[in-house]
Each structure stands twice: as C-alpha cells, then as structure tokens.
C-alpha cells in the first residue's frame, strides 16, 4: 500500500508486520477471521479493499501489539491500542 513505508518506523516490527500482511494477501482462510486495516483508520488509512486484509484471530492481535512498535508517538502508538 502506498504511503505506508513512509508512515512506520524502519525497524524488526514493522518487518514482522509486512510479512503477516504480505503473507496474509496471498492466500484464503477457512473459519473465523478478522479484517484488519494495514494503515489503521485512526492513522489516516481508509476504508479501501487494498487496505484491508483478512487475518487469523492471532495474527490480528500481534498487528496490533506490532503497530505500537511501529509508530513514533505516544499518541499514535496508544491509538494502536
């Protein structure tokens, strides 16, 4: 996604973030899943089909601990909260 690279941190988290969503992208899951925004709508990211992938219930929530790695701020990271 465009803009993302730019938006996170250049460290180990926001490398394990990129390869749950690329990995995520690329295939379909059975059972229950969640829809995860890969720039949050609290950062901006809209509410658009390539901004949304479909993950695990445990991969969502380590998205989530990883984007509070991933963004400079207390306010952001507490918003990824």
């Known amino acids: 996604l465009k803009g993302a690279s730019a938006m996170y941190l250049n460290n180990k988290y926001t490398n394990t973030y990129n390869s749950i969503v690329n990995r995520a992208s690329q295939r379909i899951l059975d059972g229950y899943t969640e829809t995860h925004h890969i720039i949050p709508k609290s950062l901006g990211g809209p509410d658009t089909p390539d901004n949304l992938v479909v993950l ?11 984007l509070t790695k991933m963004v400079k701020g207390k306010r952001k990271q507490w918003s990824m909260i």
Do not use: D, Q
């Open 56 to 66: 695990t219930p445990r991969e969502h929530f380590l998205c989530h601990w990883l």
